[in-house]
């Protein structure tokens, strides 16, 4: 069973956009620090960006930085994930993640909480 939920996933031509979404399905955010990571075929897992509840950001410069937005609403319960400018290369399954701390931190081996992932693809 998932604990969060993605959607906003799709295929888009480079250049254009997309915006993820994540949600708690059965484990609810609380005020620890929510990520979103990237997994492309045959690729190992790739950190993406992070907030935590007070809108701290920590962003991997190699995977979207300048491109990648990330935001929360604490009051809707989502995670964000604003993506302009897209790339062939940032083709990937996408997934979002709720960490056990409260700090912004780049290793999955500090999320707990897993969504399935949303599949983006971005032709060129």
């Known amino acids: 069973q998932a604990l969060l939920a993605e959607s906003g996933g799709g295929l888009v031509q480079a250049g254009g956009s997309l915006r993820l979404s994540c949600a708690p399905a059965a484990r609810p955010f609380g005020d620890f620090t929510v990520g979103w990571f990237r997994q492309a075929p045959g690729e190992e897992r790739e950190f993406v960006a992070a907030i935590t509840w007070s809108g701290d950001t920590l962003y991997n410069d190699d995977s979207g930085k300048g491109r990648f937005t990330i935001s929360r609403s604490n009051t809707k319960k989502e995670v964000y994930l604003q993506m302009n400018n897209l790339k062939p290369e940032d083709t990937a399954v996408y997934s979002c993640?709720?960490?056990?701390?409260?700090?912004?931190?780049?290793?999955?081996?500090?999320?707990?909480?897993w969504g399935r992932g949303t599949q983006v693809t971005v032709s060129s």
């Open positions: 993640a709720r960490s056990m701390y409260k700090t912004v931190s780049q290793s999955s081996d500090d999320y707990n909480y």
